[in-house]
């Protein structure tokens, strides 16, 4: 099946295309923070807002509350240990 695509749904798909990008590269530049102050911990990243917390459900939950809409970039925050060789 082929589904018609104006070009508004497509400029809207390319704007969230856009921000998931924008926050993964925030993630990325901010991720020896996040190790310090949240290892082990859950973090999602919608919109260039941070939520962290222990349970990934009701961090995934808190941020979808306030972003209903949006696609959300969830990760869990490796500690310091997860870093040591296994050799």
Do not use: W
């Amino acid at each position: 099946m082929i589904s018609h695509v104006t070009l508004p749904s497509m400029a809207k798909l390319n704007a969230k295309n856009a921000n998931l990008f924008t926050d993964a590269k925030r993630i990325h530049k901010a991720l020896s923070r996040l190790i310090d102050k949240y290892p082990g911990q859950y973090a999602v990243i919608v919109e260039g807002e941070l939520f962290v917390g222990t349970e990934p459900r009701e961090v995934a939950k808190q941020a979808r509350s306030k972003h209903p809409k949006a696609l959300l970039t969830c990760l869990t925050i490796p500690r310091p240990e997860d870093f040591a060789c296994a050799l």
